[in-house]
């Protein structure tokens, strides 16, 4: 009876949406009315892409007023401040993502590390700032990841490109140390992600000596990602480092999936959804049973998944402000999950980008189909509101 009692209760709508007034509200359900039309935001990303490059100057205007606000905390780290202090107004802490990816050129690539220094500094003078997170593929070209992982013989100009990323990678990850801010580096496809693998243990081996600093992200659609996780982890134990380690189930299947038929060998994601969903539990139970050398975040919007995490928690009388026990979801979804969450008094953390509008909508377009696609997230998401305004006898 008594964990009945304390079991949280995710479908409570006035907890979920307290921070947001009536009309923001209703922007919200229309917003997710609209993303739930398949055909809609598939026509609607390849147009906005189109106008964008095109430069067609409503573009920017209607992207900023619908989709990017509901996303994106802003375009500057000054911009994303009144959505941090929101959010934290409720305990809920922001993991800063500058949304900068897949870059060709030198200039962009030490940008992208300045930026993400910035959001360091920014971090280390904001209590509700603990970590940043960022992709490889904004600080190395794809081009060459891909070549590395391929065993390819690095030229004198590539060994001269790679030893750049090295040093960038470091450049955060030691002024990450000197801040005591996390840093998350994202997964990425599969036929680069032993390279992003490589440069993220280097990093955790050399900073993760007495504190977790550096994490490394485990897509567990992946049907070799569990095995991966729990080698990961012997091979920190071994050389004397604690492991990072963000659980995601992934963000690039369909790709995948495509590429691994194009080219004609296995895919890499698991056979089915409940494969998917057992390694992603049993990942979280690996982490809670390891969870004073592994700091772990569990990054989904997976109400069970997310549900199992916390009962495991109050069954083992883990104090839930443990440093190494964290939830995650998306900025400007899954709120049911979040703030209901830290009601409760889980650590628990949004995941908001920034950056220019031209910048993040790569970004806000994997939003916007997956979900619509794969997970039926925006169904979800569009019913809880719903509720919400049916409670405020709103319309």
């Not at 997710?32 to 205007?61: E, T």
């Not at 220094?117 to 891909?146: C, D, H, Q, W």
């Not at 100009?157 to 998350?184: M, N, P, Q, W």
Request: charged residues 25%.
């Amino acid at each position: 009876m008594g964990a009945a009692k304390e079991a949280i209760d995710f479908s409570n709508t006035e907890i979920a949406f307290s921070s947001k007034s009536n009309k923001e509200l209703k922007k919200a359900a229309w917003l997710f009315n609209m993303m739930n039309k398949q055909w809609l935001v598939d026509y609607m990303s390849s147009l906005g892409l189109v106008a964008l490059k095109m430069r067609l100057p409503f573009v920017n205007k209607i992207i900023k007023e619908t989709i990017f606000t509901q996303f994106v905390g802003g375009r500057t780290l000054l911009e994303s401040q009144p959505s941090i202090s929101k959010l934290y107004e409720s305990n809920i802490q922001s993991i800063l993502d500058y949304g900068a990816e897949a870059k060709t050129e030198e200039k962009d690539f030490n940008f992208t590390m300045n930026e993400n220094m910035r959001a360091i500094e920014f971090a280390y003078t904001n209590a509700s700032v603990p970590v940043i997170s960022t992709k490889i593929t904004g600080l190395a070209r794809f081009g060459l990841l891909e070549g590395i992982q391929k065993g390819e013989p690095l030229t004198r100009e590539t060994r001269s490109e790679y030893r750049s990323i090295l040093k960038r990678v470091d450049a955060i990850c030691h002024l990450a140390h000197e801040r005591k801010v996390g840093v998350f580096f994202d997964a990425e496809e599969s036929w680069i992600q032993d390279s992003i693998d490589h440069l993220v243990r280097l990093m955790m081996k050399r900073y993760n000596k007495n504190e977790v600093i550096v994490y490394n992200t485990y897509q567990m659609y992946r049907h070799d990602r569990l095995q991966y996780l729990i080698d990961s982890f012997s091979l920190a134990q071994n050389e004397g480092y604690l492991l990072g380690a963000k659980l995601v189930r992934g963000a690039y299947m369909e790709k995948e999936r495509v590429r691994a038929e194009e080219m004609d060998y296995p895919s890499p994601i698991q056979i089915n959804k409940e494969a998917t969903d057992n390694a992603y539990d049993m990942g979280i139970r690996f982490c809670l049973d390891n969870y004073k050398e592994i700091g772990f975040c569990n990054a989904t919007h997976n109400q069970e998944s997310v549900r199992l995490m916390a009962e495991l928690i109050r069954e083992r009388n883990i104090p839930k402000s443990h440093p190494h026990l964290n939830f995650c979801q998306l900025y400007g979804m899954s709120d049911n999950l979040s703030f209901n969450l830290a009601n409760a008094g889980y650590s628990v953390s949004k995941y908001l980008p920034y950056g220019q509008i031209k910048e993040v909508v790569p970004y806000l377009i994997r939003r916007a189909k997956e979900n619509t696609a794969v997970s039926g997230d925006m169904s979800r998401e569009y019913s809880f509101i719903k509720e919400e305004l049916e409670r405020r006898k709103l319309k």
